[in-house]
């Protein structure tokens, strides 16, 4: 006969705490994913993260962590030489165009030359000033520099570069390579520039095996070295640059390919080259054969329409190459009035966006994080303004209507870029307007209507409702002026009603009648709170200010300014002034 055992009760377990020593909490958050989100909103927690994940130092080693390899978060589309910033990722990661804006390159006009992104910075060619720009978008930071004077652009033309970077901090040194045509298109040509010394090295050369005109593809880094694609009578060739012998040497490209081509790092760590010919793809690679010789072997052979979209079928027409991610191996490839991303070690495809444009994209890889900009990224005349970037964002707007007789609220989101339609309710009483900022309390904002009567107006952000609260009764001020929500313990609607002589604290409860009242929790001489003395009387008392996020009231008593937490009734006197006026506390970490 089975028995039926009486279970043991147990005792809770503990709830789980985070730890107090910062540099191992800090340490936990740098696990965050390197998304542009994930900073903002682990800051959002409490005043401790956002503390931890906006020093400049936290930042360094966020970055540094995440840099190999660094997430692509969007591409610059080289508009008739405008850098056009475009994000490739999906709300709430989407980073808006006017986050990355190079100001000289508007100033000055269309005359820069995209040569490419590498570890965070992006290197443009300005033909007319005969002078290279290293830029940084994620801080706005750039360096002008002038290209030797012996590369005069009439013997001598650049025609692409490279920049690397000598260390992993985005402010360290770096590299520049450049390189180009001489000698009647018989000759290439590469020279160096270093951050550190501030100067070009002499002038590299190797005979071109066939005319050549342009190098018309960034470079790419595989190992110690290098590669462009160079254009010219016969089509293509690679120029490879040995960055530690500081010499050129010519790599012939695979026979019959089509000039819509990418060169890439194979799994390997070998020299790629991914082909595009008519509707299908070749993947190439350069390996050592038995003889000692590098030959290109190709390896697979893809239907272009079947990796690009599987699902329609899609019928390739008219096909280009945009650019290329080399840190995660992606194509960015334009067919059928589209652009599409393709990973090129997965065959992977994903259409990012319809478009009926042509233009070359430099895509751009970083461990992007919400930092101080100067606004237009660059040095603006007159008064310096900053900004905080920002996840996104709502707003909720109130007022009143119908002669003051109908209160109103409309909502804004910064992802959609839209305002929702009016949401209205009946005012209980003629409301004038709302004179002090809305508090958020669970997921409702709450508003003081200065009107004939006292009330409190409710907006559900879940259900986009309006709705009016009463006043307590019997409180010791009917005055929203001496009053103030708060967020109570428990998560319950808080209200502080203060007289002259007394604190009241209210809380929103729901009663054994299942109905919802104000009860009074706690009642207080204001003498003693604020610690004032028996024989002092708080005269002209107003309620100034409120910082939501520590729960604390700014009063003016007794011709002093005051700090009153409301949790513990602590106060602390801040100031004397004989002149009342509303304060807004601000809180954040300064740099």
């Not at 043991?8 to 730890?19: D, E, F, G, K, M």
């Not at 930071?141 to 970077?165: C, F, M, T, Y």
């Not at 160096?192 to 002038?203: F, P």
């Not at 970037?389 to 003051?404: E, I, Q």
Request: hydrophobic share 40%; with cysteine; charged share 20%.
């Amino acid at each position: 006969m089975n028995r039926l055992r009486r279970r043991r009760a147990t005792s809770p377990a503990p709830p789980v705490t985070l730890p107090d020593d910062d540099d191992l909490l800090s340490e936990i958050l740098l696990h965050l994913p390197p998304r542009p989100s994930s900073l903002p909103r682990a800051s959002l927690v409490c005043k401790r993260w956002r503390r931890l994940v906006t020093d400049p130092a936290f930042h360094r080693r966020f970055r540094a962590r995440h840099r190999n390899p660094p997430p692509l978060i969007g591409v610059f589309e080289d508009y008739l030489g405008y850098p056009f910033f475009r994000s490739v990722l999906d709300p709430p990661d989407l980073i808006p165009r006017e986050r990355f804006r190079l100001r000289l390159a508007e100033d000055e006009g269309g005359q820069w030359h995209f040569y490419g992104c590498r570890h965070g910075r992006l290197l443009l060619f300005n033909r007319a000033k005969n002078e290279i720009v290293v830029w940084v978008p994620d801080t706005g930071d750039h360096r002008q520099v002038a290209v030797p004077p012996e590369i005069d652009g009439k013997e001598k033309i650049i025609w692409n570069g490279a920049v690397l970077s000598a260390a992993t901090a985005d402010d360290g040194p770096f590299r520049v390579v450049l390189v180009g045509v001489a000698g009647n298109n018989t000759q290439m040509f590469a020279c160096v520039y270093c951050s550190e010394s501030g100067k070009w090295s002499d002038l590299i050369s190797v005979a071109a095996p066939f005319l050549v005109f342009f190098f018309r593809d960034p470079g790419i880094l595989v190992g110690k070295a290098l590669y462009w694609m160079a254009y010219g009578e016969r089509w293509l060739t690679v120029l490879q640059f040995d960055l530690d012998k500081q010499n050129l040497s010519v790599i012939e490209w695979p026979y019959d390919s089509e000039p819509y081509s990418q060169t890439w790092l194979t799994e390997g760590d070998c020299l790629g080259a991914a082909t595009l010919s008519g509707s299908s793809l070749q993947m190439w690679e350069r390996k050592v054969c038995s003889g000692g010789v590098a030959k290109w072997v190709l390896q697979k052979t893809y239907e272009l329409k079947n990796v690009l979209n599987p699902e329609f079928r899609l019928k390739i027409g008219y096909l280009t190459k945009l650019g290329y991610a080399q840190d995660i191996k992606v194509m960015f490839l334009w067919a059928d009035h589209s652009v599409f991303m393709l990973q090129l070690d997965t065959l992977q495809a994903k259409k990012v966006w319809e478009s009926c444009v042509i233009t070359p994209i430099h895509p751009y890889a970083s461990t992007y994080v919400a930092v101080y900009h100067n606004i237009g990224m660059g040095t603006p005349k007159g008064v310096h303004w900053q900004v905080v970037l920002c996840c996104p964002f709502n707003v909720a707007l109130v007022g009143v209507a119908s002669n003051n007789t109908q209160m109103f609220a409309c909502f804004y989101t910064s992802e959609t870029g839209r305002w929702s339609n009016l949401i209205f309710t009946p005012a209980p009483f003629l409301v004038f307007a709302f004179v002090d900022p809305g508090i958020l309390v669970g997921h409702s904002l709450y508003w003081f209507p200065t009107g004939l009567g006292s009330a409190i107006l409710q907006f559900d952000l879940d259900r986009q409702t309006l709705a009016v609260i009463e006043w307590p009764s019997n409180p010791n001020c009917y005055s929203h002026y001496m009053s103030q929500i708060f967020l109570a313990e428990g998560g319950y609607l808080g209200l502080v009603t203060l007289s002259y002589d007394s604190l009241q604290i209210w809380e929103r409860k729901v009663c054994s009648e299942g109905v919802t009242r104000w009860v009074l929790q706690r009642t207080a001489e204001l003498n003693k709170v604020l610690e004032l003395g028996s024989g002092v009387k708080t005269s002209h008392l107003v309620r100034l200010g409120y910082a939501e996020d520590v729960k604390v009231m700014l009063l003016c008593a007794d011709s002093s300014v005051f700090m009153l937490q409301i949790d513990s009734l602590q106060s602390r006197k801040l100031w004397e002034t004989n002149i009342m006026s509303s304060l807004h506390p601000y809180a954040i970490k300064a740099h």
